[in-house]
């Protein structure tokens, strides 16, 4: 067994940081090869200090960059019009990719449907709450009006 320490988070493996012990071929042929690990030295220690501190640096700008964009869509109310069957009950449902569609429309900011936290299906016309997730813990609630198509 070869002791490494681990320069990146390794799935089943530890956290990065951590000291670990690994056969000599996985750590040869798959560790060392792709950065993941490095053999315990004091200048793989030095090493692990500096991508720690690039690593926050960079989260710090993210969440900076989250919140900005928080700031810009805080007090977001939408109302998405969709075709309905009776007058309540929708032809379909309200997808997370159309109220992407319509903030980008509202506000200018292009979301992923996966940033979107939805009710379970938007299926009739009503008011609904729902959250944006911005990443680094930022989360912006907005509402979501479904009103009837008149032009149908």
């Avoid at 805080?74 to 007058?87: C, I």
């Avoid at 939805?118 to 009739?124: A, G, N, R």
């Amino acid at each position: 067994m070869v002791e490494v320490m681990l320069m990146a988070d390794v799935k089943k493996l530890g956290k990065a940081g951590a000291t670990v012990k690994v056969a000599p071929g996985y750590a040869r042929n798959m560790l060392f090869p792709q950065g993941l690990a490095a053999p315990v030295t004091e200048a793989s220690k030095r090493r692990l200090a500096k991508l720690e501190a690039k690593r926050a640096e960079e989260r710090a700008a993210r969440k900076a960059a989250a919140e900005a964009l928080a700031t810009k869509l805080a007090g977001l109310e939408l109302t998405v019009k969709a075709r309905t069957v009776d007058g309540t009950r929708l032809y379909g449902s309200v997808s997370a990719t159309d109220i992407a569609g319509a903030i980008e429309a509202n506000r200018g900011v292009k979301l992923e449907r996966g940033q979107l936290d939805l009710p379970d299906q938007l299926k009739e016309v009503g008011s609904y709450d729902a959250k944006l997730d911005l990443g680094e813990g930022v989360f912006v609630p907005f509402k979501v009006q479904i009103v009837e198509d008149a032009a149908e």
